[in-house]
């Protein structure tokens, strides 16, 4: 189930285990992942995917922090943390990246450029 919630003044969003979502995702505060995106993500905040959580499709956020699955063009702003449990598969853009062991990443990743500003 997908649900807004307030924690410590800020506002996000959530997508629970065991839930889909099929479509884009647009958003003006962060979002928990730990269901399954079939879609685009555009967050203006920061993107959690949790170690149950999948994302096939364009993400576009501020930063980033991935325990799960995402497969598809990343863009981050600025962080992108790729965690132990993390599987990524596809294109990356960021200003930072982080990658910890045991993280997969098959793909590319070009850092300091959005994917706009390719050449």
């Known amino acids: 189930m997908a649900a807004t919630q307030q924690h410590a003044g800020a506002m996000y969003n959530s997508l629970t285990v065991g839930s ?5 995702i647009t958003t003006d505060n962060d979002i928990r992942v ?8 555009n967050c203006a905040g920061k993107l959690v995917v949790g ?4 994302v096939l499709g364009t993400v576009v956020c501020q930063n980033a922090e991935v325990m799960g699955c995402i497969e598809g063009k990343i863009e981050v702003k600025q962080s992108l943390a790729l965690r132990a ?3 990524v598969k596809g294109e990356i853009y960021a200003q ?15 850092m300091g450029k959005t994917s706009k500003d390719k050449n």
Do not use: Y
């Not at 930072?96 to 070009?110: D, Q, R, Y």
């Open 20 to 24: 889909k979502i099929v479509g884009t």
């Open 34 to 41: 730990d269901g399954t995106i079939e879609g685009d993500v």
């Open 51 to 54: 170690e149950k959580g999948v």
């Open 85 to 87: 449990t993390s599987r």
């Open 96 to 110: 930072t990246l982080t990658v910890e062991p045991n993280a997969i990443f098959n793909g590319t990743c070009v």
